[in-house]
């Protein structure tokens, strides 16, 4: 598989030297899905835009936010799957490294999760399809369908050499 390096490599794109580019980090602590405080009397005002250009305070913002402060920026939309944050693979694929993360369809888009959630535990189908599953999340165990190594990107940041990296931007 041919991985390419779309965006130009920039100063924040790993800042620490660990593989895991800034930006990444913000958006796995990032809470989503609030009202947004700058446009409360407005419809569409969820936080549910991050903008990966930018250190953007606060760094959830609304679709209104991202008209008038993000414009020209590269901007990830979040988006809710059970409960839990998920982002289309189209948005992040030409940005990040995801090689090894289980992404799931969800009308009709390949997304993956941004963090971990919890396994399944006890009685139901949920729980007899996790037990049956050959493949486990190499940091927190729970089940995969594929042949994947983590379940979320949060789970590939925990790796103890993460790269997020693109493969022309490791040669660099």
């Not at 903008?51 to 939309?77: K, L």
């Amino acid at each position: 598989m041919m991985m390419r390096r779309v965006a130009p490599p920039s100063s924040e794109d790993d800042s620490s030297g660990s593989g895991v580019p800034g930006w990444l980090e913000a958006l796995l602590g990032t809470r989503f899905f609030l009202a947004c405080a700058a446009h409360p009397g407005s419809p569409r005002n969820e936080c549910n835009m991050f903008c990966i250009d930018c250190r953007a305070t606060p760094a959830a913002f609304c679709y209104y936010c991202r008209s008038h402060r993000h414009a020209s920026h590269r901007v990830i939309q979040i988006r809710r799957s059970s409960y839990h944050d998920v982002v289309r693979v189209t948005e992040v694929e030409d940005v990040l490294d995801i090689a090894g993360v289980q992404t799931y369809v969800i009308n009709s888009a390949r997304v993956l999760f941004l963090n971990e959630r919890p396994q399944p535990r006890g009685a139901g189908a949920a729980a007899g399809k996790a037990a049956a599953s050959p493949y486990n999340c190499e940091i927190c165990g729970r089940a995969l369908l594929d042949p994947f190594r983590f379940c979320s990107l949060g789970c590939k940041v925990h790796l103890p050499y993460p790269s997020f990296l693109l493969c022309s931007a490791r040669s660099r």
